[in-house]
């Protein structure tokens, strides 16, 4: 664990930052699957000899960071500032005294720092089924007696189909991440960047230039 270690030691200190501005469009992001929140839980801790119960990393399409550490006594370390990547390095602290430099690899759902894996997790209560209540949008995609269903696993694998009355049906699956309101959807042949509204049952997704707007229904 000599990645913990090294985090443990330079987090004795706040990196102060300006946060950088994040990507209006995620698509046009370079990393995406660098962004989200990533938990590492400490499975024995009473055995441990890192003093920590968990850690959480919080990765932005900013290239800001944040990092807290919860000790084996609850109380919580903070580190925060701005990160640089390339496909197989991550520099945390590019704008402290002490960068601190990782080999790192990712997909949609684990993050490997030097051999520490991390696991993403949503922050509210996305993950679910959903089917479309109202639909509306460019004829090309979304025509009278449409329906959609979504499936949002908790992994970050998700299912679309879109359905007419006569038993027609369009299906995507792949993969998608979030951030703030935005829902981004991976798939082989495209991406769409979305932006929801989640309000207990109730989801509201609205794509830009009015190609989709659809109210669903969590499906219990």
Known sequence: MKWITLILACISFTVAANKAPKESDLTQFDLPFLIGDWYLINPNPEESQENFLAIKLTLDSGFNFQIDIQKKDYSVDHWEGLYNANEDTIVLGVNSDEPQVYQYSA?????????????????????????????????????????????????????????????????????????????????????HDAKYTLNRDTLTIEMDDGEMFAVLNRIH
Do not use: C
């Not at 209540?133 to 269903?149: I, L, S």
């Not at 998700?158 to 027609?168: I, K, P």
């Open 107 to 191: 997909n949609h759902h684990m993050l490997n720092l030097n051999g520490v894996i991390f696991t993403k997790a949503l922050s509210n209560s996305l993950a679910g089924k959903w089917t479309s209540e109202q639909m509306k949008g460019d004829e090309q995609v979304v025509q009278d007696g449409h329906k959609m269903d979504l499936i949002l696993q908790p992994d970050f694998v998700f299912l679309f189909r879109v359905s007419n009355e006569t038993g027609d049906e369009a299906v995507h699956r792949g993969v998608y991440y979030t951030e703030d309101d935005h829902l981004v959807l991976l798939y082989e042949n495209g991406e």
